[in-house]
């Protein structure tokens, strides 16, 4: 009997080889287009085969504070350059305010008892305690009144770059061997910086909350207390002018801070509070329904 010769199919193989290739070429396709994909045309490619992939992946990041959440719409985000123009302004008031106070005292011929000194972002002012006080007093002298009007004259002229207006008063060791009486010390200082910030307050026209006085007495001298000009050197009343800081685009209010720090410990502390409350409750509960001992016989 004749035997069939067979109707081939030996080219299969190219048909699932081709199929292999095709695939290949999707795939390095599907990774190049990845390559360079931005998170938005990610989270629609995931979401097109899974529409609750949004929602797993905040969970799974922590919520709507994850580390790859939306950051909110007021946030500059990480990298982001300063303001020039902020910037710029908030160091030409410094410098403005600087130079006047410099040019001030070299008109005055008052070199030998202001001295005016300049750090980043921050102006340095030292009176002597002969510009405005006489001995052991702290009432204002008559001449020196203008000084100080002067003084808030040009600090109105940079106020809004201004983040804060310290003054401090300082005395001296009277006797090398023997500390100052305590009360005496301390008051006299803080009187004296409380009553030239108060004339600056009059005449400036800064936020007085931006001010700020201080007395620290014998306590933070320059120089030692053996002789009388060196006693003459700690007697000053100093004067620091803060500027506001750019930092992430924002401009950074030392005054602000404060009281947002100050805010956010007391509400960390009625936090802790309500915790501990709720914890001596549920002591208290637990104490309350147990079965009482019988009385000893």
Not at 70 to 93: C, I, S
Not at 243 to 254: F, H, N, P, R, V
Request: glycine share 8%; net charge negative; hydrophobic share 35%.
């Amino acid at each position: 009997m004749k035997k069939k010769k067979s109707s081939g199919g030996g080219a299969n193989w190219q048909d699932t080889y081709g199929d292999m290739v095709t695939l290949l070429l999707c795939f390095f396709v599907l990774l190049y287009s990845m390559s360079t994909i931005s998170e938005e045309n990610w989270k629609a490619l995931v979401m097109s085969f899974n529409p609750n992939a949004d929602q797993t992946i905040r969970e799974v990041q922590g919520g709507e504070d994850g580390p790859f959440a939306d950051p909110p719409p007021d946030d500059p985000g990480p990298g982001l350059m300063p303001n020039p123009d902020e910037e710029m302004q908030l160091e030409t008031d410094m410098e403005t305010l600087f130079q006047s106070l410099v040019n001030y005292v070299k008109s005055m011929n008052m070199e030998g008892s202001i001295a005016v000194s300049q750090g980043q972002g921050k102006v340095f002012v030292t009176f002597n305690q002969s510009v405005f006080f006489d001995g052991d007093d702290w009432e204002l002298r008559e001449e020196s009144k203008p000084i100080l009007e002067n003084v808030g004259k040009m600090l109105s002229q940079v106020e809004k770059s201004v983040s804060e207006v310290r003054v401090m008063g300082h005395t001296a060791q009277a006797d090398p061997n023997r500390p100052n009486t305590v009360n005496v010390d301390r008051n006299l200082s803080a009187r004296r910086a409380a009553t030239a910030l108060a004339y600056i307050q009059q005449n400036c026209t800064v936020d007085p909350a931006r001010m700020i006085s201080e007395g620290y007495g014998q306590w933070r001298p320059v120089a030692l207390n053996d002789t009388e000009e060196h006693r003459a050197q700690n007697r000053r009343v100093e004067m620091v002018i803060s500027a506001k800081t750019l930092e992430d685009g924002q401009i950074k209010d030392s005054f602000q801070e404060y009281y947002t720090e100050r805010e956010n410990a007391a509400a960390g502390k009625d936090s802790a509070a309500a915790a501990s409350e709720g914890t001596s409750s549920n002591t208290s509960s637990a104490e309350g329904s147990g079965v009482s001992g019988a009385p000893a016989g």
